[in-house]
């Protein structure tokens, strides 16, 4: 039942007529017509989708993808332009990465991404996913890409029941034992387009799945329960306090964080010493500077190791500053490298802000 050449079979069967249409996406019809995908484009896509959702991720990859067409354009940039047109995608280490991983491109590969996983992998910012999805999609190389739609769709059908992480390997030798030869891109696509689709977290739409004949959870037990995944660690809260200073005209004092660690380079508005391993001060006494300080309330902001409650004060008619800090007008606010937290920190302040923009 669970013949492998079946399900590959099936499931590129099923993405010919359902491939989602994506930007950066060859589709199999143009495939088929000698349509080759551009590596840059399935570069950036993959680089852009660790993290963040397919929804989220259009707009950004059309935004750089018209200012930055190719791979040389991208090289051309500065390091704070790209991580301008990344602010709000979170995970800025991507930004920097995309930054180098250009720069090396076009440096040391004649300005082509290298047809080959241990190469790709040599590239900043490329992992094993990474390189399997590259080298599959753009050049047609049978690697097996694992994902998180990938692993959903891969336990349920062989109702693999060692829990996540740990399962990944025996994941990883199913698909690359199911995986076609001959059109490994749109097999790798095809898993992913199920799995965000049909085989989804909850309420699994299998009635119209290509390979519920091949399922052994659909046939022997409940989908939903797969992937096993062990119990998460609960994240620990740290917090903070943010101070939005407003000028007389109404711009806003920033600064920029250091060149490492969390949100490296990144802009924000004065803040304390918060970060994953201890809390910051949320008295107004942590001030930067003396000023009519009013307590705005707090926001709260996830990220990836631990939580972080920032307290918000704000201050009007602010004239001092120091040569650290500089002032943006409300106009061009959207054009600052502002992390998603700062966005909310300078929202809770000035609530119209981000509205209007
Ligand atoms: S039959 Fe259901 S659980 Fe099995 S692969 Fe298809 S959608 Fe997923």
């Known amino acids: 039942m669970n013949s492998s050449p079946d399900i590959s079979t099936k499931l590129l069967d099923w993405y010919d007529v359902h491939a989602r249409e994506l930007p950066w996406r060859v589709s199999p019809k143009d495939l088929a017509l000698g349509i080759l995908p551009d590596p840059y484009r399935v570069w950036m896509s993959e680089i852009m989708l660790q993290q963040t959702t397919v929804a989220t991720v259009k707009d950004y990859f059309s935004k750089f993808t ?4 190719n791979i040389a354009a991208l090289s051309s940039a500065s390091e704070d332009e790209v991580l301008r047109a990344w602010a709000g995608l979170g995970y800025y280490s991507r930004a920097r990465n995309l930054k180098k991983c250009a720069d090396m491109v076009v440096t040391s590969h004649d300005g082509h991404f290298p047809a080959d996983v241990q190469a790709l992998k040599a590239l900043p910012g490329i992992g ?7 080298a599959s999609i753009a050049f047609d190389i049978p690697a097996a890409v694992m994902d998180g739609n990938v692993e959903r769709v891969f336990s349920r059908l062989f109702t693999i029941e060692t829990p996540l992480p740990a399962a990944k390997p025996i994941i990883k ?7 076609s030869q001959t059109r490994p891109g749109d097999f790798a696509q095809a898993t992913m387009d199920l799995g965000a689709t049909i085989c989804t977290p909850k309420k699994p739409a299998c009635m119209h799945c290509p390979v519920r004949e091949n399922c052994k959870a659909l046939e022997k037990s409940d989908p939903e329960l797969f992937p096993y995944k062990l119990a998460k660690k609960e994240k620990p809260k740290r917090v903070g306090a943010a101070f939005v200073a407003t000028s007389p005209s109404g711009d806003i004092l920033l ?3 250091p060149s490492s660690g969390l949100l490296a380079s990144m802009t924000q508005v004065p803040t304390t010493g918060w970060n994953s391993r201890q809390d910051g001060d949320t008295n107004v006494h942590a001030a930067p500077f003396n000023a009519k300080w009013k307590n705005c309330g707090t926001i709260r902001h996830v990220f990836t190791h631990f939580e972080l409650e920032l307290t918000v004060w704000h201050a009007e008619n602010v004239r001092s500053d120091g040569q650290n800090y500089w002032w943006a007008t409300r106009e061009n606010i959207s054009e600052e490298a502002l992390p998603t937290v700062m966005k909310k920190v300078i929202s809770c302040a000035i609530p119209e802000l981000f509205q209007k923009q």
């Open 66 to 69: 018209a200012k930055w067409p």
């Open 128 to 134: 094993d996913y990474t390189a399997a999805a590259i």
């Open 173 to 179: 030798a199913k698909v690359a034992e199911t995986l």
């Open 255 to 257: 600064e920029q964080r």
